[in-house]
Each structure stands twice: as C-alpha cells, then as structure tokens.
C-alpha cells in the first residue's frame, strides 16, 4: 500500500494543527455554528441527529491491520465501541464530541489516515474493486492509478469548490465489481487493438433525487494522459455545472442537458490543450506508484488443498461459507475471503471495536497484514492461504462474523437512516434487521442465488436502492415512515436503474411485502436463475400483482 513520504506527513500535521485553532475558536463562540460548518466539513465532520458523525477516509479500500487496530482505537476512545464501514469504503464515527476532534485527527495521522475530502463539494474518496490486485479476472491493477488520481484531487486548487461533490470509481476488471456506472467519473482498464493497455473512461453516473446510468465518453485514452483527460472532465464540470440549484448541480445533470456528444466535445477541445501543458504521467512516475503494491512473497502452493476438498464434502456450513465468502485467488494456493458484516441483530456495516481488534489480528495471521473494505459495507482479507480456509472460518464465527451470506438476499446494503441522519425520512437499520431476521434460512437465502436488497433512509440515496435487484426507499408521508419499492437495479455491467413498483408500504407492511416479491420469485424463476435476469424476463407486473392484492 502506499507509504506516505515526509511532505505527506507534513502536509497532514499542518492541516490537524490548522483545524485544531478552528475547533478551539468555534468552542470559545469566536466562530458561529454556520461558519464553523464549511471548516468542519473540508475536515470529514457532519452536525447529525444527536451528536457530529466523523467520517474517515480508506483510499480505494486498503487498510492495513495496524491502520484497522488504530480505528477500534479511536471507536473506544471517542466513539462508543463501534464503526460504520459505509457504501464509499470508508468509515464512520457516529458520536464524536466536538472538543475531542483534534485529538482524533492526530491519531489517524498516526497511522497515515485522514478525514480530508470525505464530505464538501469536492472529489471524494476514490474507491475501486474491493479485489483489485489479486482477482483472476483482472487486467491489471487500478490501485497505483487511484493513489496517483487521490494526490492528483487531494487540496487542488481548481476544483476544492465544485458546483457539487464528485465521486471517480475505477477497475481493472472483466466484472464490475465498484459500481463504476454509478459514479460521476469512472475509469476501467481496457486493452485497445494495438494491444495497449489505458483507459475507457465513462461520465456522468450517479444516484440520489435524479439517478442515471453513467455514459462511455471515451473508449480509450492512454495511460500517460490519466490526468490531462481527468482536469478537462473536471475543467468543463466545474465551469458549467449549476451552481444555483443544489438538487440540479451533479456533472450528471450537465451531462443529460448537454447530451453526451456535446460534454464530449467541450472535454475534448480541452483535453487537446492540457495535452500541451506537461500534464502527462512519466512511466517512471507511473512505474514508482506500482512499487507501492507489488505483490508479497506469495509461496509456491498447489492449488488445492485435500483436507479443504474433505470438508466441503463433510460440512454443509463450512460448504455454504465457502461458497459465497470465498473466491479464487489469481495466485494458486490462495484464496479471497470476504469478511461478513450483516450478521443477525447488527446494523449492516457495523463492528465493534472488538471484533475490529481481532480482525486486524487474524489479517496478520492469515492474509500478511492487508484487509479491504467493500462497497457493500463488508471487509475482505486478499491473501489467505487456501489450506487454512477451514481454521479461519472457526475463527470468523467465533467473532460473528462468518455469515454466509455474501451477494445474497441478506447481504443487504443500508445507510444509518433517521437513527442518525438529519436527512433521513425514515430509518433503514431496523428495517435491515427484520429482513434479515425473516430470511434466516440459510439453505432457502442460497437457493435464491444472487440477489441484491440495498435500503435508503432518504432520497439521497446513500444505501444505493437505485441499484438494487430489490430496493427500498424510506419516505415520509405526513410524518410517517413509509417504504417505496423498486425492482429491476444493478450495480454492475449489466447497470440499471429500478422502477417504482407501486404505492409505499407502512413500516408493519414492508418486510410482508419483500416476502410477496421473493414470493412471486421462487414461483415464476427457471432453474438457477438470478432475480434480476427473471425480473427482466417477466416483468413488473407479475411481481406488483401479487404484492398488492390483498394491499
């Protein structure tokens, strides 16, 4: 992973001892709660519902386990013993007192971690492939071009005020596994005919008030002009993009009044001169970035294991965790294990500060001291040696955090909703339990196959119920929680957006209702079927049918 070099450093103690002074005035009253605001938010600090909400920033997802035990740290220390691993693969501390903040920040730098750019109008955390580097189906590794692209975005002068903020996704993938139609700017690794490889670029994605599938803008633009084509993009963004109306200020907006062609042709006409303008990444620069994540020093192991074979053969529970929790290695030997955060009774994305302690212990253990976050608020470990497959999942149960439920029906993705959030319409978290609760059947959830619920608290989509096969909208109708349905979203290639399904549901009607769908489902699907290629075979309507006849 990247290592941070002396002007890093620097550059973070300055910025903590800078927001140390604010904090100090805003406490004396010298600074009102509105001016304080705009200060508080460059540094990752919301005003929530009963207390401020820190969030952390994990750069494209990788943590290491000294990092992970700095952050069950700062949960106990200023926290009240947990975290919420959110839909960016960052982190979020949901009681954090005021007078303590200086503090906390001096001990994320610590461990080189920061809250810098998550929250503002400004480029975002930079998120990717929570198996970047080791998955088989890679093309290469985007995690040495996110890091260039985070020092690229990170105070630059251009673009700390945009219209809006601005998330960027990348991957080097065959399958999409970040989500990258769904994000202001994206960038996928591709080969051209000439057998280069560089980049397809795509605009223009994003969910909340007004969700749209992103567009390819470019099919290829070559490594070197990373950053030229990434400041025309932006360049363009920030001069047009609306500024006088919040809900109307996202490039997705700009994108749809322009129209693809014309956003193409302003960011071309401006990516000819930033061509011109020593904007070009050097090989050696690119060449120095990629010795930040050079592979470790895998061992030569056979690709299977007998003992593991034996035990898939012999235990149906290490069988299903193994089927959904792990997934092949490019390195034989190796295997990827994802890392349950959606267990019974627990909000989806949290851990305690426990369990975080002993999840950065078992990274060293079994995966040399690297973890992950994921966009669907789960942790993975990249590098587990395939012959200890069986004694790491005892060990993950014994944490409660060996559910067997990765991609499936309860593998639910969730924002903290009207429990904490101030924009929230109605709570997503209990509704999460009780889902989870009613289909605690594992054999019934894995028969199901791959099927994606994601749940928002509000329209601003933080849970991703756009993308969702199922997804679920907290709404307020005069002052109650109710539940809008949609059908048919996907996070992936095969990106979608979910149409409304009918009228919202009460609080007591919404889990009833997801039981009909699932219903309608098991009925209509043929033979391993995955939900949203039946939901596009039939329709809405057999699904809306049942679901509201007895409403």
């Known amino acids: 992973m990247y290592q941070y070099d002396k002007f890093d450093h620097q550059i973070l103690a300055e910025r903590n001892a800078q927001f140390r002074g604010q904090v100090e005035r805003r406490l004396r009253g010298e600074l009102t709660e509105e001016e304080f605001r705009p200060l508080r938010l460059m540094n990752g600090l919301y005003l929530q519902l009963h207390a401020y909400m820190l969030r952390v920033a994990i750069p494209y997802g990788v943590l290491s386990s000294a990092q992970l035990r700095q952050l069950a740290m700062i949960a106990r220390k200023y926290d009240r013993d947990y975290g919420h691993f959110t839909t960016r693969q960052n982190i979020q501390y949901n009681w954090i007192k005021l007078e303590e903040m200086p503090d906390l920040l001096e001990d994320l730098a610590k461990v080189e971690m920061h809250a810098i750019q998550t929250s503002g ?27 260039i692209l985070r020092q690229w975005s990170t105070f630059h002068p251009e673009f700390s005020y945009l219209p809006r903020k601005f998330k960027i996704a990348l991957t080097g993938a ?102 011109s303008r020593s904007l070009d990444l050097e090989d050696s620069e690119i060449e120095r970035m990629k010795a930040f994540f050079a592979p470790p020093a895998y ?13 898939l053969a012999d235990s149906k529970p290490f069988r299903m965790w193994h089927d959904r929790n792990v997934t092949a290695h490019k390195v034989p030997g190796y295997s990827i294990v994802t890392i349950s955060l959606k267990p019974k009774g627990v909000a989806p994305g949290d851990a305690t500060t426990d369990q975080m302690y002993a999840i950065a212990d078992l990274s060293d253990e079994y995966s040399l001291g690297t973890l992950r976050t ?12 395939t012959s200890r497959l069986p004694e790491l999942w005892e060990r993950l149960k014994t944490l409660g955090v060996a559910t067997a ?24 978290i209990p509704v999460a339990q009780r889902l989870i609760d009613r289909f605690d059947d594992l054999d019934f959830v894995h028969d199901l196959g791959e099927l994606r619920l994601n749940i928002s608290g509000c329209i601003n989509a933080c849970g991703h119920h756009h993308a969702g096969n199922i997804g679920i909208l907290g709404v307020d109708k005069k002052g109650e929680e109710f539940y809008q349905v949609t059908l048919g979203g996907s996070p992936e290639d095969d990106a979608s957006i979910g149409k409304i399904m009918g009228p919202a549901f009460s609080e007591d009607d919404i889990v009833p209702a997801i039981e009909k769908v699932i219903e ?17 075979r039939i329709g809405m309507e057999p699904f809306k049918e049942r679901v509201y006849a007895d409403h």
Request: with cysteine; aromatic share 10%; hydrophobic share 35%.
């Open 121 to 147: 109008n400004c480029i975002r955390n930079i998120s990717t492939d929570q198996f970047a580097g080791v998955a088989r189906d890679e093309l290469e590794d985007p995690r040495p071009y996110a890091e």
């Open 174 to 275: 065959e399958r999409d596994r970040a989500a990258i139609y769904f994000h202001d700017m994206a960038y996928r690794l591709v080969k051209n005919d000439a057998g280069e490889i560089g980049f397809q670029v795509i605009v223009g994605g994003g969910m909340g008030r007004t969700p749209i599938v992103g567009k390819v803008i470019k099919d290829f633009i070559p490594k070197r002009h990373l950053l030229s084509y990434s400041e025309s993009v932006m360049r363009v963004y920030n001069g047009y993009g609306r500024r006088d109306n919040i809900y109307k200020a996202r490039i997705k907006i700009l994108v749809q009044e322009l129209g693809i062609e014309e956003f193409r042709r302003q960011v071309d006409a401006d990516y000819e001169l930033n061509m």
């Open 405 to 428: 439920t990765v991609d499936t029906l309860t593998d639910i993705i969730a924002c903290p909703g009207l429990d904490y959030c101030s924009l929230a319409n109605a709570r997503s």
């Open 520 to 536: 309608v489902f098991v009925a209509k699907r043929e033979p391993d079927e995955r939900f949203i290629d039946c939901y596009r």
């Open 374 to 385: 994921t966009y669907k608020q789960n942790l993975v470990l990249t590098d587990v040696e």
């Open 299 to 311: 061992r030569a192991l056979p690709e299977g294991d007998a003992a593991v074979t034996a035990l």
